[in-house]
């Protein structure tokens, strides 16, 4: 497959995705990109690990960003705390090198990640077993 032709795939994937699909995927773009972070930290290369830090970092701000307090309450609450700290995971690891902030942020998007997949998932079973559905 040629990369435009990939591009448009990707493109298209995206566009069509739920919301649930759209948060998984970002937390796994997260997730990628935190890794080849940590890759790059531990073998001193400087340029790709700020590059990958910072595509993580982006997610992570753009996850913040549509948080959605009304609804959310708490749960929102505590997740911003959460992408803050996060983000100053990242900047940290940035500043110093070091990649033991990455993998402590990596830790925490598995954790989410994991959270997130289960609540996706009983959201598909109770939306599959609503009495709407059995009626079609």
Known sequence: MNK?????????SVQSASREKILLMLYEGAIKFTKLAIKAAEEKKIADRGMNIGRAF???????NTLDHKVGGDVANQLEQLYMFMMEQYTKANITGSP???KENLKLLNTL???WVQAVEKLKQETNNSPDKKAG
Request: charged residues 25%.
């Open 4 to 12: 435009n032709a990939y591009q448009k795939y990707k493109t298209t």
């Open 58 to 64: 982006d997610i992570i701000m753009e996850l913040n």
């Open 100 to 102: 033991e902030p990455l």
């Open 113 to 115: 990640y994991d959270g």
